[in-house]
């Protein structure tokens, strides 16, 4: 059974930091790419931030772009996400997502494997 736990939401202030953390089990992701989504109450899934399989390439939404970081550890089979200089809008609940495809990383539909979520707040 394929499973993506996330990690590592919180409660933080504007300006804060946090890093999520994604646990792949059930199977290799390593070859595979992986991303990280967000929805907050009332809007739609949004993309966030993808790593291709070696984390040669990355990836993210240009609200996030210098504040944000993903990597990956494809020996334990790990996805992380630092997020730097947190803002109010920032608040959602972020996903891991697994197995994208590299030429439409953006898209959810995209990726077959999905965590259950973690929620980020962050207090202005």
């Known amino acids: 059974q394929v499973q993506l736990v996330e990690s590592g939401g919180g409660l933080v202030q504007a300006g804060g930091s946090l890093r999520l953390s994604c646990a792949a089990s059930g199977r290799t992701f390593s070859s595979y790419v992986m991303g990280w989504f967000r929805q907050a109450p009332g809007k739609e899934r949004e993309f966030v931030a993808a790593?291709?399989?070696?984390?040669?390439?990355?990836y993210y939404a240009d609200s996030v772009k210098g504040r944000f970081t993903i990597s990956r550890d494809n020996a334990k089979n790990m996805v992380y996400l630092q997020m730097n200089n947190l803002k109010p809008e920032d608040t959602a609940v972020y996903y891991c997502a697994g197995e994208g495809t590299l030429s439409l990383v953006r898209l959810p539909s995209k990726y077959n494997y999905w965590g259950q979520g973690t929620q980020v707040t962050v207090s202005s």
């Open positions: 790593i291709s399989w070696g984390g040669a390439s990355t």
